[in-house]
């Protein structure tokens, strides 16, 4: 039997508790190592992170939810209030009661009262025709606006966002508060990255951050649920969608043409309700053969990009009624694709002058990158123009076999 090592506390009159001695260390002594279950603790682990994380967004939504946040903006509305001179208040109601902009008012970023609507601008003379809709709209154009005006984050019953060409880096930190909006359009600005806010939007449902500078896109967007047309073409920067975006179930239509993707992101074939895929302009080599996936596709533009073949798959979808390619690489497509009469299958070549020309501009792409804003519109007019010629195409009984699109200059 083991000795035992008995110890009693000092002043106390009794025993303590009662030890067994250690044994000698040898070569013969027997030692239980403890076994544990890795995946066990890493389960148990995953789901207390489950369980906090759901806490906390509940806690997150009773917050947003409760009266407080309306206080404190209230609040903070009247601490602005009492900031600003009598006529900057006049001017500050004036624009909450209108709720539009057409034209920037001058460099001292204050809203002119006097400013006027542009009639020949359709999207205005379509707001007119409709008087209780255009009280829910913002526009804001015009290379003198830097940032977003102050006094907008007191609209929070906006419902759409029409913000281009402006000198704009960043959205405002106060785009969580509108979450009645369901159209943000801010082609053609100089954003560089979408703050993680976005996801709060959740009844977004078109976003357009086309010809921006952005170079990632925040995995919180798969947030915005009921999110039906998403475009970011033309940022030249963008190689990669997070996963998170395959939550975007409502999704129909996708435009990440002229970027640098190299193959199809991984999140776009889970977006099972895609209707048109744009992956123009881009760096792919080739096509997944699970494209098949994508049942309700019916447009597929895959043009300028360096493809040879075009997968078997594609036929497997039924829904699928148009499909642009470039043809000068491309050696090998499914039969089915090119005798389909319900199929609209189209091969647009380029020119060898354009080829050569293409060939050089891919060695100098530092100097294009330094010319970002001309070569900007130089790729906007020309997709412009693709996707007007293409659209001419639907209604034609016959497609040419192949397209060769010619850039004629003249001189007067």
């Not at 030890?19 to 148990?44: Q, T």
């Not at 906390?56 to 903070?76: C, F, G, M, P, T």
């Not at 992956?279 to 533009?301: A, G, I």
């Amino acid at each position: 039997m083991c000795p035992q090592l008995v110890h009693t506390w000092p002043g106390s009159g009794h025993m303590g508790h009662i030890w067994p001695r250690p044994e000698p260390m040898g070569p013969n002594r027997k030692l239980d190592v403890p076994v544990y279950d890795l995946s066990a603790v890493r389960g148990i682990w995953e789901v207390r992170v489950k369980k906090y994380r759901t806490r906390q967004k509940k806690e997150q939504e009773r917050v947003e939810n409760s009266a407080l946040a309306r206080i404190d903006q209230q609040w903070q509305y009247r601490i602005y209030c009492k900031s600003m001179k009598a006529k900057e208040l006049q001017q500050l109601h004036h624009y909450l009661e209108r709720s539009l902009l057409t034209e920037p008012p001058p460099y001292g970023g204050h809203l002119d009262r006097n400013t006027d609507v542009q009639q020949e601008d359709p999207r205005v003379q379509q707001d007119e025709d409709h008087p209780d809709r255009k009280d829910l709209i913002f526009r804001l154009e015009g290379d003198r606006w830097l940032d977003f005006p102050r006094e907008l984050q007191w609209t929070t019953y906006l419902q759409e966002w029409h913000v281009r060409r402006t000198r704009i880096r960043q959205l405002p930190d106060f785009l969580a508060l509108f979450t009645q909006l369901t159209v943000l359009e801010i082609p053609r600005n100089l954003i560089a990255d979408l703050p993680p806010q976005i996801g709060k939007l959740a009844a977004l449902r078109r976003l357009n951050v086309s010809y921006n500078r952005l170079s990632r896109v925040p995995p919180e967007l798969g947030d915005c649920e009921k999110l039906e047309r998403l475009e970011l073409a033309g940022n030249l920067s963008l190689s990669e969608l997070p996963f998170e975006l395959s939550s975007l179930k409502q999704l129909v239509h996708l435009d990440i043409s002229e970027n640098r993707f190299a193959s199809i992101p991984i999140c776009a074939l889970r977006m099972r309700r895609l209707q048109l895929l744009d992956l123009s302009n881009n760096q792919l080599s080739d096509l997944p053969q699970d494209m098949d996936r994508l049942q309700e596709l019916s447009t597929l533009y895959v043009h300028k990009n360096s493809l040879s073949y075009l997968p078997v798959c594609l036929t497997n979808i039924s829904s699928l009624k148009m499909v642009v390619a470039s043809g000068d690489a491309l050696t090998c497509v499914p039969t089915k694709l090119c005798n389909d009469p319900e199929i609209k299958f189209i091969r647009l070549y380029d020119n060898p002058e354009k080829r050569r020309k293409k060939e050089e501009q891919e060695k100098t792409t530092n100097e294009k990158r330094r010319r970002w804003r001309e070569q900007e519109v130089k790729d906007g007019s020309e997709k412009e123009f693709m996707e007007a010629y293409i659209s001419t195409l639907k209604d034609r009984d016959t497609v040419p076999f192949s397209t060769t699109k010619v850039s004629i200059s003249c001189l007067l």
